[in-house]
């Protein structure tokens, strides 16, 4: 589904990726973890096409398609979605007028009929009992207002509006509470399906105990510099981030 | 990041779209202005004696006067011995009595516009008059709305048939002395629209005038003048757009509304003049007097604008509330794109017992456009119990453009409560791109977002004005961000 191939990438002249390998398969969940400033966002932004950053050198293919050659609004209607570690407010915009717009681009992309009012509101309902939400957010203005908790929430649950065939999740459990860890996770466990596949990127080891992930990566400075199972995760819950990123120094490895 | 500043610049200079010109040919009065002139124009137009004399005072009034300088717009002086005042279509001799007389190279000019006339109008149902260069061109719906005695057509005809409203009411609320180009329009005007609802009658669709400045070098000073007697109501539509041309165009024009007992006015503006190219070149100069007076008790008079247009654009709709317990409102939309400057806003000013005004002033700024809101409340020592709210909201788009804000509230009453709230913001490139990552078009993301903040305006307008006004603004902006 997902390839990346010796990715490098840099923001405004400074190296950040340097080199990443990674394949992700229909079906599968992947986690990102790694230190602060090791590229682990970098990497989630580029996949998604914000502009800022600069490819030097690589390829990602999306599906057998050329991901780095689209627009960001094409990679969304392929089935890109990230859930952002910190969504933005979009003042006058109400919620529901947004997510609207939002499905039937996806939806036209893929040749099917846009739905009208009656049809997206059922499907609304139904999908906001995933993520325990209040209906009455979703009469505000997208993200205004709403706590880290409620926007966290609401990513998920547009992810659950939009199925898309890979979701990234950008530090989703940065800023929630224990009882909304849970609920996000089970949102997201619900949402998984042997079609599509996640790729969660998370500094703790703590969303790893709701979402199982196949493989575990840690990325620092730029690169890859270990692939394991779960235990990994663990492993670095235990001994933090030291022993490897020293261990990855004076091996070499990437 | 190059890459979205480039789209953005594309959908930011997107054409003018009624930029055509209609070949026709026109019967002018030479270029320049002097006393010979404003006769011309009187004489031209078969107007009786008491309305030359009052062309002419203003005339030498307003050779007393100099230019504004106090908005905050900048551009080259004018030299009004440049501009030609008249310019009508010809063959105006044998005027047309029907749609079916009218030249048919108008008709299409017009259907080019989308006003709906002819049997557009009938299936719209909506009664236009529209100005085409300086004479009324044609009037829909009249026969419909003479048999509920509503007069509405062009300012000449009501010059000729109702020459007694005009004297009795023309200047009455803009007098000829107000402010200079309020005195320009006043000598020199050549037509506009007028409108008279008799006392009760509730006016059973909505007016509309459409605008237009064909001929080059032309100067448009057109006046509306509206008159709603006790216990009526209308709701007047004015719509306008100019041919693409090099050189600015002037338009001064002067509207006056005056809502008696319980009487309700309702006007609405959706103005396109031509803004000028990306680099500032042409455009017209849209220096324009608006107001109103609630002169009867329970009197309601409510502005809303979406102006997108013109180069400069200098407006202050603005309600004299006189009657007691009137009520004034202004509702706008303002958006600068490219180098254009618009100073707008409005005035309230109370008089009477517990009148009440509200202002809703939302500005949009883009490319390198400066965008000033200029308002002011004034409740005078017998407004007992007067209210305003007053919000002014800015929007940024993209690092090159401006946004002023400059409210003057002057109070005599201690009972009146006045309230002020105002907003800065800015279209951020996140807002931007997590449209974009939920599968939105730049374009669309930001039309939406400006829709959004402009949601309160828009839901004033009548219906298919809204919609109208929504396509313009996405038009005029498509996208951007800094």
């Known amino acids: 589904m997902l390839e990346i191939k010796n990715l490098s990438a840099a923001v405004e002249g400074k190296q950040i990726l340097k080199g990443i390998d990674l394949t992700i398969r229909p079906g599968e969940v992947h986690a990102i973890m790694g230190p602060n400033g090791s590229g682990k966002s970098t990497l989630a932004q580029i996949l998604v096409g914000r502009e800022e950053y600069e490819i030097t050198g690589g390829q990602v293919l999306f599906n057998g398609k050329d991901l780095l050659d689209l627009d960001p609004e094409e990679r969304a209607r392929e089935g890109v979605f990230l859930a952002f570690q910190y969504p933005v407010e979009i003042p006058g915009v109400n919620t529901m007028y947004f997510l609207k717009a939002a499905l039937n681009e996806v939806r036209k992309s893929k040749g099917q009929p846009e739905l009208d009012a009656v049809d997206f509101l059922k499907l609304v309902k139904e999908r906001m009992k995933i993520l325990e939400l209040d209906q009455s957010l979703l009469n505000r203005p997208v993200n205004e207002g709403f706590s880290g908790g409620e926007k966290k929430r609401n990513e998920i649950f547009q992810m659950a509006l939009l199925e898309p065939k890979l979701a990234i999740l950008d530090e989703t459990d940065s800023g929630l509470d224990i009882d909304a860890l849970r609920i996000v996770a089970q949102g997201v466990n619900r949402l998984k399906k042997k079609d599509n596949a996640q790729l969660v990127i998370t500094h703790y080891q703590r969303l790893l105990d709701y979402i199982v992930p196949d493989q575990v990566h840690v990325l620092h400075d730029g690169r890859i510099i270990r692939t394991g199972d779960k235990s990994l995760a663990l492993e670095l819950e235990q001994r933090g981030y030291d022993w490897i990123t020293d261990g990855g120094k004076k091996s070499g490895l990437n | ?482």
């Open chain 2, 1 to 482: 990041m190059s890459t979205a500043t480039e789209t953005i610049e594309q959908f930011v200079t997107k054409e003018y779209q009624h930029g055509f010109v209609t070949d026709i040919e026109m019967d002018s009065a030479p270029r320049g202005l002097d006393e010979d002139t404003v006769r011309f124009i009187s004489k031209k137009k078969n107007e009786p004696e008491f309305l030359l004399n009052w062309r002419l005072k203003a005339f030498r009034h307003w050779k007393t006067m100099v230019e504004p300088k106090w908005p905050n717009v900048h551009y080259p002086e004018i030299d009004f011995q440049n501009i030609i005042y008249y310019a009508a279509p010809k063959k105006r001799a044998d005027a047309p009595k029907s749609l079916d007389e009218v030249d048919p190279k108008l008709i299409e000019t017009y259907k080019k516009l989308g006003i709906p006339l002819g049997e557009h109008a009938k299936l719209a149902g909506v009664a236009v008059d529209a100005v085409f260069d300086s004479v009324s061109v044609a009037t829909t719906f009249k026969s419909k709305l003479a048999e509920m005695g509503v007069i509405f057509g062009s300012f000449s005809e009501a010059v000729q048939n109702h020459p007694d409203l005009i004297e009795k009411y023309l200047g009455s609320v803009v007098p000829y002395t107000d402010n200079f180009y309020a005195a320009l329009n006043s000598a020199v005007f050549s037509d506009g629209s007028f409108c008279y609802i008799p006392k009760g009658v509730r006016c059973p669709m909505e007016l509309s005038t459409y605008f237009r400045i064909n001929a080059k070098d032309t100067g448009q000073f057109e006046r509306t003048l509206i008159i709603a007697e006790e216990g009526s109501y209308v709701s007047y539509l004015e719509g306008c757009t100019a041919p693409m041309r090099d050189t600015n165009q002037l338009h001064a024009a002067v509207v006056e509304l005056v809502a008696l007992d319980n009487a309700e006015i309702k006007y609405s503006t959706v103005q396109n003049w031509y803004p000028g190219d990306e680099q500032g070149r042409g455009g017209i100069y849209n220096f324009v007097t608006k107001r109103g007076i609630c002169k009867g008790i329970n009197a309601k008079i409510s502005w809303t604008q979406v102006e997108t247009g013109s180069a400069i654009t200098w407006k202050y709709p603005s309600v004299i509330l006189k009657g007691d317990n009137s009520i004034g409102e202004f509702y706008s939309v303002a958006l600068t794109n490219n180098y254009q400057q618009a100073d707008t806003g409005t005035k309230m000013i109370h008089i009477g017992r517990n009148t009440r005004s509200t202002v809703v002033s939302k500005g949009i700024s883009a490319g390198r456009g400066q965008n000033s809101y200029r308002g002011e409340v004034k409740v005078l020592k017998s407004a007992e119990g007067a209210r305003n709210f007053s919000q002014c909201d800015s929007l940024l788009i993209g690092n090159k453009c401006g946004a002023h804000t400059f409210p003057y509230i002057e109070v005599k009453n201690k009972s009146a409560m006045v309230e002020h709230e105002a907003s800065t913001s800015k279209i951020g490139e996140d807002q931007i791109f997590y449209c974009r990552q939920r599968g939105l078009s730049t374009q669309d993301a930001v039309n939406m977002i400006v829709n959004g903040y402009c949601k309160d305006v828009f839901k004033q307008l009548p219906m298919e004005f809204a919609v109208e006004a929504q396509k313009l603004l996405g038009v005029s902006l498509e996208g951007s961000v800094g």
